[in-house]
């Protein structure tokens, strides 16, 4: 993975001092709230409903085990003994009391951390496949491109001053596991006619009061030319992007005003404009971070193990963990294990500190002391040998780690919404537990196959309502609660936007009315059938006309 050099090491040590001494400035009365907040927000600092928040940045979701242990450490210290991991691969402190935020930012550029830019009208934390680098599918490691995508992106002089947020993700791999379109740019890896690889460009995705997916403007854009490409897409978007609304300030209504063409057009024609040989990365800049990423020393190994398949076959509950949380892996002898941060009835994303330092030593014990942080609030161990997977397994449990759903129905995205964040209309968390506990069975999990929930306490869609297989979102009117469920959204390749399923739901109607859906599908689904295929076969009434009938019932 890549480690600092002395400039990144220098800013962000400079940085920290710097906002040491706002921060002293603030506790002293010398800064009102009003002229502290542009100067918190930069440094990923937001004033919640409860208490402070900070957001720490994980670049396109890596982490080491030191650096793992070293959130751990501030989640005793100065938090309350959890983080949050977030869907921008991320993770988030909710109780820093505001003089000891300064420590915090020294712990974290101790292990070569920061809170940099996860906050503001800026370029945020450029995400990536989880899998990166591992993946069987993949055409290249997306994480080269992600890291050479942060150098440039921090603190450009250009774009720190953004009509709005923006937001870059990237994929390796032609199943896009990184939701890239509905990202403000999406890269997928392509290969050309004559097989080399660059990068397919999608412009526009998002979610929030305004969900759109991306569009596709460069079917093939060469490796060498993505610095200047992406400059010309910025200043096209930094020069026309709406600041009078910032309802209307993200890329994607620019892109949906002038259309597809004639932004595609702009783009190009900026593009020709600029001096693209000063703009794009340095060969041999490209050729460090590359080598930073280097696969790790894996031992020659056999395709399959005995081991693996003994315990398999002996240990059920081992076999239904495999069978859901691993994933193929590109050298032979190994597999990707996937953490879930989805216990049953428990909150989606949250790790105790214990947990924390348990997936630290899972790291460095089975491992290459390498973790990913995945857009849908889970870990990744990327290499694990398949001769080690029954001890990590039993580690995992010891520590409650062991939930055998990945992408199941329990394995649901939730916001902190109405529990936590200021701008929340409702509670997110209680209906994930509630719809967790509904279908805590793992047989039935397993029987009913891949099920996104996808649930946000508000319209600006953290919690990626909008692409659920079934999305809920909460809302409020006369001061109450209610619930929103929208059906047939999809993050991957085949993206899409989920359509509203009728009027609001009281909160405690949810469960029961995505129990009504999932036993619709299951007598309705055709072999081997997903949720998801059969709502596309069936089409969005008749699944619709579910809730509508239980509703007069």
Known sequence: MYRYDDFDAQFVRERTAEFRGQVERRLKGELTEEEFKPLRLKNGLYLQLHAYMLRVAIPYGTLSAAQMRALADIADRFDRGYGHFTTRQNIQFNW??????????DALAAVEMHAIQTSGNCIRNVTADPYAGVAADEIEDPRPTAELLRQWSTLHPEFSYLPRKFK???????????????????????????????????????????????????????????????EAIMRVYNLHGRRDNKFKARIKILLHELGVEAFTRQVEEEYARLDGPSIAADPALVAAIEAAFAPPAYAAREATSPVFERAKAEVPAFRRWAEAN??????????????????????????????????????ERFGFGELRVTHEQNIVLPDVALDRLPALWRHLATNGLDTPNRGLVTDIIACPGLDYCSL????????????SERFADPDRQADIGPLAIKISGCINACGHHHVGHIGVLGLEKNGEEFYQLTLGGAPDGAAALGQRAGPGLAAEEVPGAIERLVDHYLVARREKETFLQTYRRLGHDAFKEVLHDARHA
């Open 326 to 363: 691993l994933m193929a892996h590109k050298a032979p002898g190994y597999a990707a294990a996937m953490v879930s941060l989805k216990p049953i009835g428990g909150i989606p994303g949250d790790a105790t500190s214990e947990q924390m330092r348990a997936l630290a030593d899972a790291a």
């Open 96 to 105: 820093p009391a505001l003089k000891d935020v300064p420590d915090i930012l």
């Open 424 to 435: 929340a209309t409702a509670r997110s968390i209680p209906i994930a537990q509630a719809i």
């Open 168 to 230: 870059i993700a990237i994929t390796g791999s032609p199943n896009d596991r990184a939701a890239t379109k509905v990202h403000d740019i999406g890269l997928r890896m392509v290969r050309d006619a004559d097989g080399a690889p660059g990068y397919e460009v999608a412009v526009g995705g998002g979610q929030g009061r305004t969900p759109m997916i991306a569009a596709v403007i460069r079917p093939f854009l060469p490796k060498a030319e993505l610095l200047p490409y992406l």
